[in-house]
């Protein structure tokens, strides 16, 4: 199956700093999906990228599929953004099942 | 806008006893996605369903079974439950298989003594 490796494992930010995400995977894909799992489990849907560039607020990303990466940008951070981010890809045209990353925890310090 | 409803939230379970997860996508959306995350774990597939078949299965135990309806709802049986399958049980759901992006439920805590 697909392989998603997530970068950093860990970052602590200070509430206002800006940081990057990132997010390799190991063959082409159809599908990759940025979420938030808040504290109570709940995953958030922050953008479906299987190519290209989006942006939602003070949260933007993108995906180059030809270089297998993509990039979840957070900007001014809130004590709110805390928890744990996860990238998720889809593979092949039988494929639609997500393999998902080990994910990036945010803590944002006020 | 509606999303996935999953019931119940949450479960308390003891040992050898059996659990049933219901799932209800989101309308229109023919297939239906479980996924099993363990404490401190990312979320791993176990089975998904398209138009009330079964599409595709990952590491779902032989314990496990599970079901599309006519209505497109889902329901994960468990039996013979273990320690281990304490986890947070997702449903997802999309509009097709094809068209890519998976909506999640709110997930179902089950906790096993």
């Known amino acids: 199956g697909i392989q998603v490796e997530q970068s950093p494992p860990d970052l602590i930010l200070q509430e206002g700093a800006n940081s990057t995400l990132r997010c390799n995977f190991s063959?082409?894909?159809?599908?990759l999906q940025w979420f938030h799992q808040n504290p109570w489990g709940q995953l958030i849907n922050l953008f479906y990228?299987?190519?290209g560039t989006k942006q939602n607020g003070r949260l933007s990303a993108t995906t180059v599929a030809t270089e297998r990466y993509s990039l979840l940008y957070i900007s001014s951070s809130q004590t709110t953004d805390s928890g744990v981010y996860f990238c998720?890809?889809?593979?092949?045209?039988?494929?639609?099942?997500?393999?998902f990353g080990a994910g990036t925890t945010v803590t944002v310090r006020a | 806008a509606a999303g996935v409803i999953q019931s119940p939230r949450h479960l308390i379970k003891e040992k050898r006893e059996t659990a049933t997860l219901k799932c209800y996508p989101i309308p229109r959306h023919d297939t239906v996605y479980w996924y099993q995350q363990g404490p401190g774990q990312d979320p791993q597939f176990l089975i998904s369903?398209?138009?009330?078949?079964?599409?595709d299965k990952g590491s779902i135990p032989d314990r496990f079974s599970a079901q599309q309806f006519s209505d497109y709802h889902s329901e994960l049986n468990m039996s013979s439950l273990e320690l281990g399958d304490s986890a947070l049980y997702f449903c997802?759901?999309?509009?097709?298989?094809?068209?890519?992006?998976?909506?999640f439920g709110p997930g179902t805590r089950l906790t096993v003594l």
């Open positions: 997802a759901s999309s509009i097709t298989p094809r068209v890519g992006e998976q909506f």
């Open positions: 990228i299987p190519s």
């Open positions: 063959d082409s894909v159809n599908n």
């Open positions: 369903f398209y138009e009330k078949m079964q599409s």
């Open positions: 998720a890809v889809g593979g092949s045209s039988n494929d639609y099942k997500l393999s």
